[in-house]
């Protein structure tokens, strides 16, 4: 399974994050495609001053989503967020073409690495639901 969703991940271009609001309910934004997957852990990259990686901080329970609308192919990723936001965490990740994103360049203060480490999920395909652990 992990294959399928690597591929899916890489093929789309694009995922969506899904963070808890102070007030209890679920946001969704779309995201640039993993930096980094790692069996269960997937590296995203975002400001530091969004309003997204404060709701993770305070609420760690998250969920990735990516989907093939041609093909109606999609996965659900469910289970908690690390925000690493130290420069020795973050360094390894930072690559020249961020800078369209991170203006400032290498060690900006604004930009953050997501690591999302995914417990279950679902897979969807062919009017099917397949449901996982890791």
């Excluded at 093939?68 to 930072?94: C, H, R, Y």
Aim: proline residues 3%.
């Amino acid at each position: 399974m992990q294959q399928v969703i690597k591929g899916l991940m890489q093929e789309q271009g694009i995922c969506y994050l899904g963070s808890i609001t102070e007030a209890g309910y679920p946001m969704i934004r779309a995201m640039l495609q993993p930096i980094k997957i790692e069996g269960n852990s997937y590296y995203l990259h975002t400001n530091t001053s969004s309003n997204k990686v404060q709701q993770l901080i305070k609420n760690e329970k998250a969920c990735l989503y990516v989907c093939n609308p041609a093909t109606f192919e999609g996965v659900t990723l469910l289970g908690q967020m690390k925000v690493l936001i130290s420069d020795e965490d973050k360094q390894p990740f930072w690559k020249e073409e961020y800078q369209i994103y991170y203006a400032k360049g290498e060690g900006l203060s604004d930009f953050t690495v997501l690591k999302f480490e995914a417990s279950s999920g679902e897979y969807y395909q062919n009017f099917s639901v397949q449901t996982f652990d890791y």
